[in-house]
């Protein structure tokens, strides 16, 4: 292989891998091309290189992604933080079909509170820590509401709307601790 | 058997070549492994990602071994079944005998 190419697979390859596996990793390649460059051609060598670091790079993707622990618990807080959503809008749009007062429908908050906890316990199956970084969003957002909401939100729906969220997300989380088996992520 | 347990495809295969090899069981050895058993050219970044989750499960231990000249002066990385690990192979074996047995068409006459 021309030392050029070498050199830019070698670095793309670099920039994916986790540290730990990149030197181990690009020995096994370069072991390897040698040996298929000396038993075969070197052009044919080349082109398996090729083919194996383009092969390589999802998986590797993945193995960096995983590796980073808060990133991925971070994602699966927002995904749930975006389902919770849904549910809500959803709800809303339901009860608003059945009560004029829709807005601000205990109903509705009662109906959600179960769902809430659910989402919750699926993302804690995911990332341990998940519940309490989607807790945090929850408190980060019904405060800013709370604070620069519309004036007419009653108050007793912003106190309630205040400890539901959070108080969901630590029965979700509680819930998967009760796990019959396996061990957290 | 725990989720946990179980053994994806790839993981299954990974495992056993890891124990075929022995102490030379390193990322080269169980992707040529790998293919010349099963005929797929598997890249080494699934073999490695496959590696790196049975570590995590405990399954496979890992040390590094001395650089080398034909390898660019890098050292390896060589792999070692654990007693879960092998019990983890003899689980699925036990399966996969329980569930092909008697069935028509997977035995050569």
Same mark, same amino acid.
């Given at each position: 292989m021309r030392d050029r190419t070498l050199q830019v697979l070698n670095w793309i390859l670099s920039r994916i891998v986790p540290v730990t596996e990149r030197e181990p990793l690009l020995g096994d390649l370069t072991e390897e091309y040698e040996l298929r460059a000396s038993e075969g051609s070197p052009s044919t060598a080349r082109q398996w290189y090729l083919r194996q670091v383009c092969a390589s790079v999802a998986s590797l993707l993945w193995i960096r992604l995983t590796s980073i622990a808060w990133i991925s618990t971070t994602a699966v807080a927002l995904l749930a933080y975006i389902a919770v959503g849904v549910v809500e809008l959803i709800v809303n749009e339901v009860t608003s079909s059945v009560s004029a007062n829709a807005a601000y429908n205990p109903l509705g908050m009662l109906i959600t509170f179960p769902m809430v906890v659910l989402i919750v316990y699926f993302a804690a199956r995911l990332r341990r820590n998940a519940g309490l970084v989607l807790a945090t969003l929850m408190l980060v957002s019904v405060t800013a509401m709370t604070l620069w909401g519309a004036e007419s939100v009653p108050l007793w729906y912003r106190i309630a709307y205040f400890f539901a969220g959070p108080s969901a997300t630590l029965v979700g989380s509680v819930l998967r601790r009760f796990r019959p088996t396996g061990e957290a992520r | 058997m725990k989720r946990e347990d179980a053994l994806g495809s790839l993981e299954h295969i990974v495992l056993l070549a890891v124990m075929r090899l022995? +102490?030379? +069981?390193?990322g080269m050895t169980v992707r040529r492994e790998i293919e010349s058993a099963t005929g797929r050219d598997i890249s080494i970044g699934a073999v490695y990602a496959t590696l790196i989750r049975l570590e995590s499960k405990g399954f496979i231990r890992s040390h590094a071994g001395a650089p080398t000249a034909e390898r660019g002066g890098r050292a390896k990385r060589y792999f070692r079944t654990t007693a879960d690990g092998e019990s983890a192979l003899r689980t699925t074996h036990e399966i996969i005998v329980k569930l092909s047995a008697g069935l028509k068409g997977l035995h050569h006459t």
């Open positions: - | 022995g +102490a030379n +069981a390193y």
